[in-house]
């Protein structure tokens, strides 16, 4: 009898061991996927933080533009305040005063629009009076409000073509300090601070005496 169960013994033995090994390679391969998702989650997770890094990055930086261009609006309308006082008798900021009625008309219909807020209409009636008037002694007024009136609109590129070229060819105008430094916030906008960098040190540079210069250096120290 002894000799007769031994080999079932060993076939029941052979069919338990049979049934496990498919049982535990299932768990070996559970294991193997549990720990490739986890690596994969992990993964997944620097992905996100790395992620979120950028984003709060990104959001100091925008913060930090807007905050310098509030500064600039700030500034830009106490200078205009001052200048206004300063020509409580005068039609423009310069004291001057066009020969011909109706381009003095014209120029006076532009400024209205423009200390009203409505950038667009003033962005288009200070152009025709360049087109109109091209050789006026009242020129650098207006492209200096031309280019304000573009940066208002936030199209940033075509206002600081507008205020260098302004500042370069008329380098002696009253505005040309002014027009640089709206131009320099122009180029912060387009996320150039190294061309926002020479054109607030250009300002430092060559109107170093001006209200223009202080705040240049001051905005230099932001962009350090």
């Known amino acids: 009898m002894h000799a007769y169960f031994k080999p079932v013994r060993l076939a029941a033995l052979s069919l338990a061991l049979l049934a496990y090994l498919p049982a ?18 992990m993964q997944q997770m620097r992905e996100q933080n790395q992620q979120a890094r950028l984003n709060l990055a990104a959001q100091v930086d925008s913060l930090r533009a807007e905050i310098v261009t509030l500064r600039g609006q700030v500034e830009k309308l ?32 532009a400024m209205d629009l423009y200390r009203a807020g409505q950038y667009q209409e003033a962005a288009a009636s200070l152009s025709a009076f360049l087109d109109a008037y091209p050789s006026s002694v009242l020129r650098d007024d207006v492209r200096f409000y031309h280019g304000s009136s573009l940066y208002a609109l936030r199209d940033y590129k075509l206002a600081s073509q507008t205020l ?33 960098k020479s054109l607030l040190q250009r300002i430092v540079k060559e109107y170093p005496q001006s209200e223009a210069a202080d705040t240049a250096r001051s905005r230099l120290k932001l962009l350090e």
């Not at 206004?84 to 003095?104: C, H, V």
Request: aromatic share 4%; hydrophobic share 35%; charged share 20%.
């Open 24 to 41: 535990q390679a299932f768990a070996d391969d559970e294991a193997r996927r549990a720990i490739l998702e986890l690596r994969q989650q």
């Open 78 to 109: 106490s200078w205009e305040t001052n200048n206004l006082r300063q020509s409580n008798n005068n039609n423009n900021d310069s004291g001057m005063t066009a020969n011909d009625p109706q381009e003095q008309a014209v120029y006076d219909s």
């Open 164 to 196: 260098q070229s302004l500042a370069k060819e008329a380098p002696q105008s009253t505005h040309a300090a002014d027009a640089l430094m709206v131009a320099a916030s122009c180029q912060i906008e387009l996320n150039d601070l190294n061309g926002a």
